[in-house]
C-alpha cells in the first residue's frame, strides 16, 4: 500500500520561498514508477491542481504557479518536492501529495489519482 507524507509547510512572508517534501513508501521506487502531483485547498475553496510530474519527467503547472513553482524528483530518496518561489497570500492552502498507479493522464486533475497525503499547511502573509 502506497504511503505519502507532507513535509516542510510553514508561515512565510510575501514574497517568501519555501521547500515541500513528499516522503513516498510501501513500494520500491514509487516516484519513479508512478505519476505524482502536488495539489492545494484553501478554506471554502475546492482542491486544485498546482504541479505534477509523469514517469518521464515531463511536467505541468498550474498558470497561477507556472514559473514560481517547481516540482523535482528524487529517485534515491524516493521523495518528491516543490520549491515554492515568489510566495503570495493567495499561494496560502493546505498543500497535498498524489500518486496514481492509472493511467496518468490530466494530471492537474484530483480524480486521476488514487493516493494521497495528510497534506502540510502553507500560510503566505
Known amino acids: 500500500h502506497v504511503q505519502l507524507v507532507e513535509s516542510g509547510g510553514a508561515s512565510v512572508q510575501n514574497g517568501g520561498s519555501l521547500t515541500l517534501s513528499c516522503a513516498a513508501s510501501?513500494?520500491?521506487?514509487?516516484?519513479?514508477?508512478?505519476?505524482m502531483g502536488w495539489f492545494r485547498q484553501a478554506p471554502g475553496k475546492e482542491r486544485e491542481g498546482v504541479a505534477a510530474?509523469?514517469?518521464?519527467?515531463?511536467?505541468d503547472y498550474a498558470d497561477s504557479v507556472d514559473g514560481r513553482f517547481t516540482i523535482t524528483k528524487d529517485y534515491g530518496k524516493d521523495t518528491l518536492y516543490l520549491q515554492m518561489n515568489s510566495l503570495k497570500p493567495e499561494d496560502t492552502a493546505m498543500y497535498y501529495c498524489?500518486?496514481?498507479?492509472?493511467?496518468?493522464?490530466?494530471?492537474?486533475?484530483?480524480?486521476?489519482?488514487?493516493?494521497w497525503g495528510q497534506g502540510t499547511q502553507v500560510t503566505v502573509s
Open positions: 510530474v509523469d514517469k518521464e519527467g515531463g511536467t
Open positions: 498524489a500518486a496514481t498507479s492509472r493511467w496518468c493522464i490530466r494530471l492537474l486533475s484530483s480524480s486521476t489519482y488514487n493516493y
Open positions: 510501501g513500494y520500491a521506487n514509487i516516484v519513479r514508477r508512478y505519476c
